[in-house]
């Protein structure tokens, strides 16, 4: 008898087929199909309102979709959000919102841990989470005064501290300053060698240096099996060109085209 079982490793990590997204009637995301392997790390950008935060929202199960299929690790999104770490794009905290970082961050145990307490385990990995991040000094401080940067960081220790294996992360380095970008791709280039990431950015040069895969994405999406993302597709999906956008970019990324230095 053969065994016919398909292995654990054969199964994505995210499986998307025909999705489509519409708020209020105007479609969003539309046919997209996507499969994610597990330690794949893959890069999306896109311009503004292109879908982005929607895609990585109705992954995480917080948006319906209007047709189409998303599975996360072989089952339905909504049941397998535990699964993913989630750094989000925008958190506004009240300045004076009475919660500190340490709290923030062991709330991300709050799907893993057993019964209604946190144990010494669940601090234990908090504590591990703000040390990764960078952020063990902020751990008394309140969110709510703490710099955009130093917020991503804590939003980024908050999701490692539920020990995904899948990390979505929503511009994480928006506001980050440049010393601490380089520490941060390290840091998930890292964390990529047992979990699979998406990272959504407008900062094409830094994900293509770091990424295995990258996307486009302006409603319909287009993928690419490496990083060559053609010139036109950029430029299709930015509307503006390509020269603009390709300036500092790796020539893997963008290769040598028309009205683009090749070399
Ligand atoms: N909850 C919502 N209700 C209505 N429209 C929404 C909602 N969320 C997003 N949209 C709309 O969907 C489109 C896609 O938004 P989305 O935030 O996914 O874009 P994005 O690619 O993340 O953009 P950015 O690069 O600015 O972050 C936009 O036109 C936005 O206005
Ligand atoms: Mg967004």
Do not use: W
């Not at 998307?16 to 209020?24: M, P, S």
């Not at 970082?101 to 057993?114: D, S």
């Amino acid at each position: 008898m053969h065994n016919t079982a398909i292995s654990d490793t054969a199964i994505p990590a995210i499986e998307i087929n025909n999705l489509y997204v519409a708020f209020d009637g105007d479609l969003v995301l539309e046919d997209i199909n996507l499969t994610v392997e597990k330690g794949d790390y893959l890069g999306i950008i896109g311009p503004n309102g292109g879908g982005k935060s929607t895609l990585l929202r109705t992954i995480l199960g917080l948006i319906a979709p209007l047709r189409g299929s998303i599975k996360v690790l072989g089952q339905p999104a909504q049941e397998n959000h535990q699964q993913i770490g989630y750094v989000p794009q925008y958190i506004l905290f009240d300045r004076y919102f009475p919660v500190k970082v340490g709290e923030v961050v062991l709330m991300g145990r709050l799907g893993k841990r057993q019964g209604f307490s946190y144990s010494r385990r669940d601090r234990q990995i908090a504590e591990q989470a703000l040390q990764r991040a960078g952020v063990e000094h902020l751990k008394n401080r309140q969110i709510g005064e703490l710099s955009g940067g130093e917020r991503q960081r804590v939003l980024l220790a908050r999701a490692l501290a539920a020990e995904p294996s899948i990390l979505l992360l929503d511009e994480p380095t928006a506001s980050v300053d440049p010393g601490f970008q380089v520490t941060f791709y390290e840091l998930l280039a890292e964390l990529n060698e047992n979990m699979t990431i998406i990272l959504v950015s407008h900062d094409i040069s830094a994900v293509s240096r770091y990424v295995k895969r990258i996307a486009c994405l302006n409603r319909r999406m287009f993928c690419s099996d490496g990083l060559e993302i053609t010139a036109e597709i950029v430029e299709e999906m930015y509307h503006c060109p390509v020269d603009l956008i390709a300036h500092g970019i790796p020539h893997r990324v963008l290769p040598a085209h028309e009205g683009v230095a090749g070399h």
